[in-house]
C-alpha cells in the first residue's frame, strides 16, 4: 500500500479550526480509497510558540519537515503580534528555503454558491491564477535608517531575476497548455515600473515563443481587475507577481463566492523540497474560535494535496464531495449566507465521500 507523510501546521486563529477539519476530510479520503495511507505528523508552530519560546518554530523545523510528501498549512498571524513578524516567522519561512516558487490559485464558482456578480454562474468564471511566489516585491530587500527621525527612509525593493521570471513563465505556459482552452494572460504593470516589469514583459515573450499553442495576452494590473470583473469569461491561466497575484486573488476569491472557499499550493515543481497547500485566506480575527469558519478552501487544497501526491481519484472523489456538500445551502457556514459550522460541513463532506461510489 502507498504511504505518505504529510507535516500538519495549523498555525494561528482559525487556522487550527480549518486544518482539523482537513485532517478529518484526508483520513476519509485515504480510508474510502483504500490503496494509500496519510501519515500526519502535527507540529505547534505559531505564534502561541513564538510567545513561548520566541521563534514560531524550532531552528532545525525545516529540517524536520524536510522529508514529508506535502505539508497542510492553516494560517500565520495573531491580533497582538505584528503581521510582518508571523509572516516572515512561519509562512515565508517555510515557502521561500523549500523555494516553492508556484503559487497556484484555482478559482471556480462551485455548485450552490453565488457569485456577486450578476449574470456569472459557472462556466463564465474558471480560471487559475499563477503566482510569483519566490521574489518580486515580497524579495525581503529593503530596509530602514533613521527611526523615528524626520529623515527617516525605507524602502522594500522589487527583485525580478530572469531565472526566477523564466521559471514562472515556463510553469504558467505549461498550465495553461495543460488546460482545455489554452488561454494564459500575462500581468504587468511596465508602463509604470520600467526595469523588472519591462524584463518581465520581456521573458514573457521568449517563453511564449516555445508555446505557439498558447494564445496569450498581456494586461496592466489595475485594467486586470476590471476585466477580471466585467469579462470574466475572456480569462483562463494567469500570470502574475508575488504582490500582483496576491491581490488579484484575493478578488477573485471574492467574485467565487468567499475567501473561505479559496484554495492555494505553494509548489516546488522539480520535488527536491516538500510542497505547501494551504486556504487563501488567514486568521479571521473577527470569526476565531466560534466554529463558523468555512473549511472549504482547506479541503479543496487538500483536493490539490492530493493531485501533488498522485492520487488523482482520491482527489477527483474529494472535489466531489466539496461540491455535493456546497450544493446544499443548509450546509453553507455564514460568510456564503448560511447557518452551518464548520463541524457539520466536515461531517457531511465525510459523509458524501463514503457515500461516493465512483
Ligand atoms: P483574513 O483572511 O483572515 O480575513 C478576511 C475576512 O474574510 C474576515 O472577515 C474573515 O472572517 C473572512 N474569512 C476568511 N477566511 C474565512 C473562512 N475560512 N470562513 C469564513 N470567513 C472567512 O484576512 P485578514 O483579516 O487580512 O488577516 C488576518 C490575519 O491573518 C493577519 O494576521 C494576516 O497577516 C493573516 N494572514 C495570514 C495568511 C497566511 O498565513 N497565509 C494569509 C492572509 C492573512
Ligand atoms: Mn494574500
Redesign the pocket.
Known sequence: MRSYKIAAIP?????TE?IAAGVEALEACARRDGGFTLVFDHFDWGSARYKKTGAFMPEDGRAQIKGHDAIL???????DIA?HL??WG??LAICQPFDQYANVRPTRILPGITSPLRNVSGPELDWVIVRENSEGEYAGVGGRVHRGLPEEVATDVSMFTRAGVTRIMRFAFELARSRPRKLLTVVTKSNAQRHGMVMWDEIAAEVAAGYPDVTWDKMLVDAMTMRMTLRPQTLDTIVATNLHADILSDLAAALAG???IAPTANLNPERTFPSMF??????????MGKG???????FWSSVMLLEHLGEPAAAARLMRAVERVTADPALH???LGGKATTAEVTAAVCAALAADNR
Do not use: K, W
Open positions: 498555525g494561528d486563529g482559525i487556522g480549518v498549512f492553516g494560517s500565520a498571524g495573531v491580533p503581521d508571523t509572516l512561519l509562512r468567499s475567501l473561505g494551504e486556504p487563501i485566506h488567514g486568521s479571521a480575527f473577527d470569526i463558523i469558519a468555512n473549511p472549504v478552501g482547506t457556514t455564514p460568510d
